[in-house]
């Protein structure tokens, strides 16, 4: 049986209750359903709100509204903690259910998948992107292999700028081939030091892009990890 999450109340399930199809979050509006994502209000209030999946909605006979929910977990709240290529809206999809009260929804939210986030002209407060499934009793994650960019091997954090080289294709951190970030933004063309003497380079219109998923071509010269 899974824990009550760190800082929820749990909520037990009350007999005679029935599944209800919505729900309507306190003071507002918005109606959640099943599939949803929400904000659910943690009892430190110097924490940010937890954000889980909504599996199911009931009600009992004096209309005390709990939904059953799958939890996502912040980097930080994982074993082996927050790292550097995890972005700042990153979760991780966990194995760890719960029973809370409706009364704790404080929004919506909506988790999109890492090549849509990346994909955003605008990331709001409410948008969020998942890549990983975690086992909170484990620490594991699937997958356990990523992509992997630049000569530091590290998995693409799309809150950081990369460059791409028109030559291997591969794509780096501005810091880890001795450039500002300022510079970066200026570059019409980039070729990393093992392909800068490669006269067969060939010179596209723009060699510097922000995000390594929007490339296609990439794909094949990807390297796992």
């Known amino acids: 049986m899974a824990k009550t999450r760190p800082g929820v109340a749990s909520s037990k399930s009350t007999p005679g209750k029935k599944e209800i199809e919505s729900y309507t979050i306190r003071g507002t509006n918005k109606v959640v359903q ?45 074993l082996g903690g927050r790292r550097q290529f995890h972005g700042v809206k990153e ?9 809370q009260s409706a009364h704790t929804i404080e929004g919506k939210c ?20 998942c890549r990983f499934e975690y086992k909170a009793a484990t620490g594991a994650f699937t997958p356990d292999r990523v992509a992997v960019y630049c000569k530091c091997e590290m ?7 990369m460059v791409q080289c028109e030559g291997c294709k591969d794509w780096y951190h501005p810091a880890c081939v001795g450039m500002t970030i300022e510079e970066a933004t200026k570059l019409e063309h980039f070729a990393c030091t093992e392909c800068s003497s490669d006269e067969d380079v060939k010179r596209s219109q723009n060699g510097f892009a922000s995000s390594p998923t929007n ?4 794909e094949a010269k990807r390297r796992k990890r």
Not at 45 to 66: F, L, Q, S, T
Not at 91 to 99: G, I, K, P, R
């Open 91 to 99: 979760l991780f999809m966990s194995d760890h259910y719960d029973v």
């Open 34 to 78: 099943a599939g949803d994502c929400v904000l659910m209000r943690p009892s430190d209030a110097g924490k940010p709100p937890y954000v889980a999946r909504v599996e199911k909605i009931e009600a009992d006979a004096r209309n005390n509204v709990k939904v059953h929910c799958r939890w996502y977990y912040r980097p930080e709240e994982s």
């Open 110 to 129: 909506i988790v999109h998948t890492f090549k849509n986030y990346t994909r955003l002209e605008n990331v709001g407060a409410e948008d969020y992107y």
């Open 215 to 218: 490339d296609l071509k990439v």
């Open 155 to 161: 998995p693409y954090n799309p809150d950081d700028l």
